[in-house]
Structure formats: C-alpha cells, structure tokens
C-alpha cells in the first residue's frame, strides 16, 4: 500500500507543478496550439504529423465528459506505441454514491453539488472496455487499483488498494509497440 496526495480535480495542478515538457490540457486552444507549434495540420490520416506522447492521463475527468468513449479513443490517439494511458474516475456503485454524491457534495460542501452524476461514473470493466476497443491500435489493461481513504479521514489521505476499487479507481493502460 502507498500513500499518496490526492486531491480529486486539483490532480491536473500538481501534475503540472511536475512538467515542464510540452503538455496538452483541456483546453481546445491549448489542443490547437500544441498541435499547429508541432506540425499537425489536422489531418487524421496523417499520423507522421501528429506529435505524440509517452504519457497520457485522463484524471477525474471522464465521469463528466458527453462522450466518454469519443475523450478516452482521443486520449489513445495521442500515444506512442508502448505509451502510457492512466485514467482515474468514481465507480458507479451505491457506496460511490453515498460518498462522493451525497457526502461530498450536500453533506461536507467539498465540491458544487451537481458536479457529479452518478449515471455518468463508469467502472474499471467499463473504461477497460472502452480502451481496449479503440480504433487506434491494441492497448492492455497494465494495472487498476483502488483509491481510499486513509484514517484518520479528515487528513484526507489517499492510499491505493488493489482490492477496493468501489469509489475512486485509476487504471494503467499501454499502447502495443
């Protein structure tokens, strides 16, 4: 078990904190930025042009994403082969629920309430199927463990646990060579 400092959405923040490589973040005109300073003329088909990444992470994001599919076949098409993919979201489970619903939002106020729809919380299976199957080339599933919280929980310690994946999860996945 590894203790580790987890945040929920402020991930992205202390990610970039750590990089100081060309990153892509949410953001179109970052997207369209990174892609034109690269040589991406937008062309699908021409995959030479593109720029692509050893990593890529997709961190709390994809539970409010309209497609999640469509963000995570995107996600693939930017790595190299034998390239990194980490995703981490909540599961839909009723213990996700009761925490991340109604405790996180209504009870502790710790993010807006309705930033989370529980129909859109997706789980490892879910996301492993969605990877797997795109267009972009063959990924495996490397790892998927558990995010929990550490006691005492007001210290907001996050620790991985292979075998409690029913809240928080993120997912290891590579790119074949």
Known sequence: TRRIDYRGGMSVEDLAREIHDDGIGSSSARIS??????????????????????????????????????LLDNACRLLRPGGMLFVSTLNRTAKSYVLAIAGAEHVMRMVPVGTHRWDKFLSPAEVGGMVTSVSSGHFEVVDVCG??????FVNMQWILDRNDVSVNWIGAYRRAK
């Open 33 to 70: 930025s990174t892609a034109n300073r690269n040589g991406d003329d937008g062309n699908e088909n021409d995959k030479s042009a593109r720029h692509l990444f050893d990593l890529v992470c997709v961190l709390e994001v994809v539970e409010h994403a309209a497609d999640p599919k469509s």
């Open 147 to 152: 995010m929990v919280l550490a006691p005492p």
